[in-house]
């Protein structure tokens, strides 16, 4: 870069001199840059508006340059993007194709547009631009302007978010912090974060592929798609504390829907044999890389089959992600690992995983004192911070589910369905034949994430009454995350429903799977965050 360059990297926060009156405007608010509102008012008071047109009619992306060279020979070029770059008289571009090298020169321009585009550009500003498609002196595609318009003047200073000076409270020295590597700050000003980190909107997009190859192949086996309830007078499907609100009109207090499960099933009674829903679900559970309390999740329900039938369409379904994200079967992580989704998915039974990586026998959970001392056992294989407490579990089924997280679930880096879960925590899966403690659910994981929980379908309504019975008294000793009782879809059960599998996917997870990322809110447009601190808390910090 020479010495005349400024990019989005290193914008000043002292642009060019403006073409501004003898008397700088004063500024409708204090955030704004004051030669850049110098340079707006400039432009205004000489006829052209610093926010554009309506409508500006491009005919090519920006990358056409480089890419559709030889077909623009001799034609009139019109494009347009953000200023992200500023080095003599180029300009680049950028839009969502890619980026753009604009020439401007007098002669083309003319003297006073000319002028008026030199002196009032800034990074971040979006332009139009008409003209045709050129080779640089250095071999580079570009476009030779013959119209500038302002299309949105930016009246924030792009480089100062990007690096802001600070006293370090411990040496005294002023440093300058790189604002936008801090994940909260891109997450938060996520519309600056796409346009200067190209990284993060391609993970984003990817994420967009990942949804948009699970409908595909959904649609493709015959399941509708179909829309159920957000707000839920009894939020059920899974285990967790949901999110109260108030209906005034109607003088009640609802839930916002944990899961998309019950309604669905219901649709299912309803005589629609094959259905699913991509929709926005909310738990109110603590914020980690992996837990976003509101979330994307995909459900889907078949009759007539089971959970094995449900492990034909999830294997079916990622290797069509795959094949969708990445072109191919496998998907290869940044640290080398490759992950074949051609392959069938290892079938591992819960007890028999912490068998193998806790080293307890299936047998040590006949009571919930020798379930509380395999604890205490297990925890002399773990770091004392990351030990579990006995105490906090108040089943069995806690209990093995616990230890399957901590000892085996680290270990399952390629595809595995893991089965049998206790029935405790299993409130809506059919239960084992020969083993009513144990049911017919699995969960699927790849790369150590949970990636979706499936079951044969309870459509015995004794049974599922027995078992949100159970739950309501789980709730009545403290388990604020224990099943609601749901007397309307019992009544449905009582009206017959067919045999059926179903299966749930977080697709915040699996978008993390196939992009690598290292936390759940970089494949979030918007994530949850506390909120801001004002200037004045962080210049004190």
């Given amino acids: 870069m020479t010495e005349n360059e400024t990019t989005v990297a290193d914008d000043e926060t ?4 403006a073409a501004a009156g003898p008397t700088a405007p004063s500024l409708p608010h204090d955030h704004i840059v004051p030669e850049r509102y110098e340079k707006l008012t400039a432009l205004r ?22 890419e559709q060279f030889d077909a623009l020979d001799g034609k009139t070029v019109r494009v347009a993007g953000r200023v992200v770059s500023m080095r003599g008289n180029f300009l680049d571009l950028l839009d969502e194709s890619g980026r753009g090298q604009v020439y401007l020169s007098e002669e083309d321009l003319g003297a006073d547009e000319y002028a008026r585009v030199k002196a009032n550009a800034d990074l971040g500003d979006f332009v139009g631009v008409e003209g045709f498609a050129f080779e640089t002196k250095k071999g580079d595609r570009a476009y030779h302007a013959q119209k500038v318009t302002f299309l949105a003047k930016a009246l924030r200073d792009v480089g100062a978010m990007l690096g802001k000076e600070y006293r370090d409270r411990e040496t005294g020295e002023t440093k300058v912090r790189d604002r936008l590597s801090d994940p909260d700050l891109r997450q938060r000003m996520r519309y600056v974060d796409l346009f200067v980190n190209r ?36 939020a059920g499907g899974a285990s967790a504390r949901p999110f109260l609100t108030h209906h005034n009109a109607l003088g ?60 034909e369409v999830v294997e079916g379904m990622f290797l069509h992600v ?60 773990l770091p004392e911070n990351e030990r579990i407490d006995p105490e906090r579990e108040h089943n069995i089924g806690g209990i093995i589910e616990k230890l399957h997280e901590v000892f ?9 369905f893991i089965t049998e879960f206790p029935l405790e925590t299993s409130p809506l899966a059919r239960k084992m ?91 979030i447009f918007f994530p949850l965050l506390k909120p801001e601190r004002h200037e004045k808390q962080e210049a004190d910090s």
Wanted: hydrophobic share 35%; with cysteine.
């Fill in 14 to 17: 002292t642009p060019a001199p």
């Fill in 45 to 66: 008071a000489s006829g052209h508006d610093p926010f554009g047109p309506e409508r500006y009619d491009r005919t090519h992306p920006l990358t056409a340059a480089r």
């Fill in 199 to 234: 990284d993060a909107r391609d993970v984003l997009v990817k994420r967009i592929k990942v949804t948009r190859a699970m409908r595909e192949y959904l649609d493709s086996l015959g399941f509708l798609e179909v829309e159920t309830p957000v707000l839920q007078q009894e």
């Fill in 252 to 311: 009640m207090d609802l839930h916002l829907r944990i899961s998309l499960e019950l309604p669905l099933k219901r649709l299912i009674v309803g005589g629609l044999e094959k259905v699913y829903e991509i929709g926005r679900v909310f738990r109110n559970e603590g914020i980690s890389t992996r837990h976003n309390p509101e979330f994307t999740l995909l459900e889907l329900y078949q009759a007539y089959t089971n959970l094995e039938g449900m492990m």
């Fill in 322 to 381: 795959c094949r969708a994200v990445t072109g191919g079967d496998v998907l290869t992580m940044p640290d080398g690992v490759s992950i074949d989704f051609a392959q069938p998915w290892r079938r591992l039974p819960i007890l028999e995983g912490i068998r193998e990586n806790a080293g307890i026998d299936p047998e040590t959970f006949g009571s919930l004192e020798g379930a509380r001392a395999a604890i205490v056992r297990a925890n002399e294989r």
């Fill in 408 to 416: 085996t679930q680290p270990t399952l880096v390629q595809p595995t």
């Fill in 433 to 523: 034949p020969g083993n009513p403690r144990l049911t017919r659910r699995f969960e699927s994981y790849i790369l150590g994430y949970e990636c979706g929980n499936a079951f044969s379908e309870i459509n015995d309504p004794l049974d599922q009454r027995e078992r949100f019975e159970y739950q309501v008294g789980q709730k009545a000793a403290g388990d604020a995350e224990a099943h609601p009782m749901d007397e309307d879809f019992l009544r449905a059960l009582e009206f017959g429903m067919q045999p059926t599998g179903g299966f749930g996917a977080g697709i915040d997870r699996v978008a993390m799977i196939f992009t690598g990322a290292d936390s759940i809110r970089d494949v």
